[in-house]
Structures are given as structure tokens and as C-alpha cells.
């Protein structure tokens, strides 16, 4: 039976469950901030400041199964005064071992089920384009709402699509408005997307002009987590 807890403190064993799994998924291919092959102390130095965060706006789950740790997930809630409703989920991470067993939808919605908890009604995350990630969060009911071209390399160093994912449970009349009220035309759509309302928009910045040496990732979001959208004045 899987075990879904939420990790406030380092203990040995936590902490070398998480180290074997980020070393599973990252030199299994998975781009998730590292290079392959990653070493057991990167990955160590990595927890050691997660734990260190932690208590703030940072939050960690932990899946097991008889004892073993076989996946997690984090949820970063934003700190700015103007973002209050947004929290971003980082690093859902599923041992290649344990894999296809509804793990991944057990920690998201332990991790949503919280950021409802604390007012977040907006959820954002970034995916490498063509992932195995990207059928679970589209199974999950998240959205795509745009991609960047060389937002990060991959584990390997080479650079690669990625996506960045916006998901809404409940249909919204404000997703994929521009600022005059308007749905944006097909050729926006890839560069320019707005979120919750008019007020916020998002832009991948993808134009062929661009020189960041980053790679293309999806983004998507998960709108409507509350029964209430925040009220905020028109411009």
C-alpha cells in the first residue's frame, strides 16, 4: 500500500531515499534542473538545501511503499504580494521501478489538495517537450498554455523543447484572453498566453530572433483550485 506523507525534516533514511531517487530519474533521462550522470553528493547537496527551505513558502511530499521511498513532489507557493494565489509544483518525481501504479496522481493531488488548503487557486509548472510527464499532467486535467524554445538543456547537455503547462479543472472565461478581452489568433497562441484574467499574461519569448541558450520546455497551469477566483479590480 503507498504512503503519502509530507516531509517537514531530514532523517537519514528520507534523505537517502530522495538521493536515489533523483539519481533514478535524472540519469534515467529525466530533465529536472541536473546533468547525467549526476553524483550521490550533487544529489545530496541538492536535498540539503531543499530541507533548508522548507517551513517557508517550500513543501515536500514523500510517497513509500513498506518502508521505501518511491517518489515525491514539491510545492513552492509564491511569496509576492501580487501572486498570493499562485503556487508552482516542482520536481514530481516516480522511481522507474515503480512506475504506471498511479503514483504520480496520488502526490498530485495530495500537493493540490494543499494548495487548496492555503488559498493557492492558481497552479503553474514547466515539462520537457515529449516527457512521459506530459500524458500524466494532461490525465490529471492540467493545460498547456505554452512552449519556449530552449529553456534548459537536457540531462545529456544538449538542448531540447520544453513546455511550460497550465491546467484548469472548470472551464474559466478569462483562459487564453488577450488584454483587449480577445481570444488570441493562431499565430499568437505560440508566444503570447494570458492566465485567470486580463490582468496577467504570459509570454514564451520564442521568437527566431532569440539567443537564450536554453531549451523548449511546455508550460502548464491548473486554474479554479478554490470554489472562489481571487477578486482583483479591472486596469
Given at each position: ?5 509530507q ?31 549526476l ?12 530541507f533548508?527551505s ?5 513543501y ?8 521505501r ?10 511569496s509576492?504580494?501580487?501572486?498570493r ?19 504520480s ?5 495530495v ?7 492555503i488559498?493557492r ?16 499532467y ?35 472565461p478569462f483562459?487564453?484572453?488577450?488584454s ?24 514564451t ?5 532569440t ?8 508550460g ?16
Amino acid at each position: 500500500m503507498v504512503t503519502i506523507r509530507q516531509v517537514t525534516s531530514a532523517d537519514q533514511t528520507t534523505v537517502t531515499g530522495l538521493c536515489e531517487l533523483l539519481l533514478d530519474a535524472v540519469n534515467g533521462g529525466a530533465s529536472v534542473g541536473f546533468l547525467a550522470p549526476l553524483s550521490q553528493q550533487t544529489a545530496r547537496e541538492y536535498w540539503d538545501n531543499v530541507f533548508r527551505s522548507l517551513g517557508g513558502n517550500l513543501y515536500l511530499w514523500a510517497a513509500q511503499v513498506d518502508g521505501r521511498l518511491i517518489g515525491s513532489v514539491q510545492l513552492e507557493a509564491s511569496s509576492k504580494q501580487n501572486a498570493r494565489h499562485r503556487a508552482e509544483i516542482q520536481k514530481l518525481l516516480v522511481h522507474s521501478a515503480n512506475r504506471g501504479q498511479g503514483i504520480s496522481t496520488q502526490l498530485m493531488s495530495v500537493a493540490e489538495g494543499f494548495a487548496r488548503s492555503i488559498d493557492r487557486t492558481l497552479l503553474v509548472l514547466d515539462t520537457q517537450a515529449g516527457s512521459v510527464a506530459e500524458p500524466v499532467y494532461k490525465h490529471l486535467g492540467w493545460q498547456k498554455v505554452g512552449e519556449i524554445p530552449y529553456y534548459a538543456a537536457s540531462q545529456t547537455g544538449s538542448f531540447m523543447k520544453r513546455r511550460t503547462t497550465t491546467s484548469w479543472p472548470r472551464p474559466s472565461p478569462f483562459i487564453e484572453r488577450m488584454s483587449n478581452g480577445r481570444r488570441p489568433s493562431a499565430a499568437a497562441q505560440g508566444t503570447r498566453w494570458a492566465a485567470q484574467d486580463k490582468n496577467e499574461t504570459f509570454e514564451t519569448h520564442a521568437s527566431a530572433t532569440t539567443r537564450h541558450r536554453f531549451c523548449v520546455h511546455y508550460g502548464w497551469c491548473k486554474s479554479g483550485m478554490a470554489d472562489n477566483f481571487p477578486q482583483r479590480g479591472a486596469r
